[in-house]
């Protein structure tokens, strides 16, 4: 329970609050973009690397209360275990030092979302019916008149789309790991002690630069660095 | 309260109600969802207590649209792959080697009846209550202000950051990003979108943290409210029933199909 307390600090609960409005917004403006994507985990996926898995459990499952709270999208709350998930796979891969580099974070998101698209698949199928209420519905019954029974087609769809999203936000965040001041990355405490060595003086005054950005490279770099 | 919210204000004896008593009734809602048998059952549910009550807070308007815009795409969906791939005797029509069956169809409406009855009871709590005092109703029964919080700052602070990525594509595209090509050129866009958006908020936080931490956001003193919510005894009495009656419903189901 130690480790929970420690996961919900002042500090952490407000960046909890910053994770999800990211979570929201990037979701509402991506869908604009009109990619195959969401990219409505970012935030709950920073969270967990920066601060822990029970922080970016609670980012996950509340970005989901507030999706159905705001009416934006109000059955999102039934996946709301789902999200909570994901925010623990984060804070595990990123405790153990897969987001410090972009092929260990790549495999991370692929896993991350074959979870997700297989935990997702019996909440449509049993909550509402095999069916979204969105453009996949079609992959859906594609994979219906394939010979698939309900739950395979929603577990086949999910697989489909889940894991390069989970894959490209995991990424993303890896890479802003990278430009994120060393000074930011220690406050938290997830992250292994390597990526958030001390950063050379005058650098982490400064917004996220180039500065910051060969500074956190070059501490990477620096096994000797790594403190017990 | 500022910040995103499907809340419309008004004076209807709906919205002067306590907000846990329309806690309890969504409660109430969403174990008729799940328990009611039949598609008769779940629209009487609707058309008989929900929709009065959403006429009852003058918001029919709002509400129905609401309903209409997330049920809808879900009544498309289930009433083709349900209709198509559920099974049944009595088939209406055919196409190719699938066959459209009434069971199917009825078996969509059900999944789509079931969806509108939990909708309705979310829609009605939400529209008409503050989600600050929801929040605050369920602070003073011993919810976790933190979560309260959390939740409130959320719903407060993301429409300025969807301005801010809005601005943010709006520079890239005057400088001579171009939207309209193919999905590879889009998605090249999220760093340079992303990025600057995430970064600056994460940086953020701590002055955030100090501002709240000086007004004693972690002390253990009890903290009052400005705000009262009105609370009588028969809306105690009422929220009890409520619940009672959801239990009792799950039971009775759990125990039906047992049986």
């Not at chain 1, 999102?76 to 804070?91: D, E, N, Q, S």
């Not at chain 1, 199928?125 to 219906?144: E, P, S």
């Not at chain 2, 699938?98 to 009871?121: K, P, W």
């Not at chain 2, 929220?239 to 009656?245: E, H, Q, T, Y």
Request: with cysteine; net charge positive; glycine share 10%.
């Amino acid at each position: 329970m130690n480790s929970f307390r420690k996961e919900f600090t002042t500090l952490s609960i407000t960046l909890i609050a910053v994770g999800i409005a990211l979570n929201l917004a990037l979701g509402t403006v991506v869908l604009r973009l009109g990619l195959p994507l969401y990219l409505d985990s970012i935030g709950t996926v920073l969270v967990g690397a920066l601060v822990g898995p029970w922080a970016g459990a609670a980012t996950g499952f509340l970005s989901n209360l507030v999706w159905t709270l705001t009416g934006l999208y109000p059955q999102a709350f039934a996946w709301a275990g789902v999200a909570a998930i994901i925010g623990v796979l984060a804070g595990v891969f990123a405790r153990s030092g897969w987001l410090n580099s972009i092929g260990k974070a790549a495999l991370a998101g692929l896993i991350t979302g074959v979870v997700s698209a297989v935990l997702s698949a019996p909440i449509a199928t049993y909550v509402f019916g095999g069916v979204v209420g969105a453009g996949t519905d079609a992959l859906v019954a594609a994979f219906r008149a394939a010979g698939l029974d309900a739950l395979m087609s929603n577990v086949a769809q999910g697989t489909f789309s889940d894991p390069l999203d989970k894959l490209v936000s995991f990424v993303i965040v890896w890479s802003l790991l990278l430009a994120l001041p060393a000074r930011e990355k220690a406050r938290f405490g997830n992250l292994p002690v390597a990526s958030t060595a001390r950063a050379p003086q005058g650098a982490t005054r400064r917004p996220a630069g180039k500065a910051a950005k060969s500074a956190a490279k070059k501490t990477a770099t620096k096994k000797a660095a790594r403190r017990k | 309260m500022r910040g995103s919210t499907i809340y419309i204000e008004g004076s209807s004896g709906l919205h002067t109600l306590h907000p846990l008593t329309k806690l309890a009734f969504s409660g109430l809602c969403f174990a008729c969802a799940a328990a009611l048998p039949t598609l008769p059952w779940l629209l009487a549910m609707f058309g008989l207590v929900i929709l009065p009550l959403a006429i009852w807070g003058r918001l029919t308007k709002a509400f129905l649209k609401a309903c209409l815009l997330v049920v809808g795409p879900f009544l498309l969906s289930l009433s083709i792959i349900q209709g198509f791939f559920h099974g049944g005797e009595t088939v209406l029509f055919a196409l190719g080697r699938f066959s459209y069956t009434l069971e199917g169809l009825m078996a969509g409406l059900l999944f789509a009846a079931r969806l509108l009855v939990a909708l309705g009871g979310t829609l009605l709590l939400m529209q008409s209550t503050d989600q600050a005092h929801l929040m605050q109703a369920l602070t003073e029964r011993g919810f976790p202000t933190r979560i309260a919080y959390v939740v409130l700052t959320a719903i407060q602070i993301f429409p300025s950051f969807q301005d801010r990525a809005q601005v943010i594509i709006d520079a890239q595209q005057a400088r001579g990003l171009e939207l309209q090509t193919g999905a590879l050129n889009r998605a090249r866009l999220l760093l340079p979108m992303v990025g600057p958006l995430i970064l600056g908020s994460v940086m953020n936080v701590s002055e955030r943290a100090m501002a709240l931490e000086a007004r004693g956001f972690s002390s253990p003193a009890h903290k009052t409210s400005l705000r009262s919510l009105a609370d009588t005894g028969a809306q105690r009495a009422v929220r009890w029933l409520l619940v009672a009656a959801a239990i009792a419903l799950l039971l009775w189901r759990l125990w039906s199909a047992l049986a």
